[in-house]
């Protein structure tokens, strides 16, 4: 389905508004397509342990 001129117009208005918000989202599903579709098993091993060590730092101190 293609988008209108009034759609692109507001989608382009919107990512402008929201740079840090679209940045996120597109780094969170890079992120959970490479895991899904690329990520070797000694990838995953790297990111539990990249994962656990953030965890510790941000939430559990």
């Known amino acids: ?11 382009e208005k919107y990512n402008e ?3 840090e918000k679209t940045r996120y989202y597109s780094y969170k599903a890079t992120a ?3 895991i899904r579709n690329n990520a070797t098993l000694e990838d995953l091993k790297e ?3 990249l994962i656990k060590e953030i965890k510790e730092e941000k939430f559990e101190n």
């Open 1 to 11: 389905m293609a988008l209108t001129e009034a759609q692109k117009r507001a989608k």
């Open 47 to 49: 990111l539990e342990i």
């Open 17 to 19: 508004k929201n740079r």
């Open 32 to 34: 959970k397509s490479f």
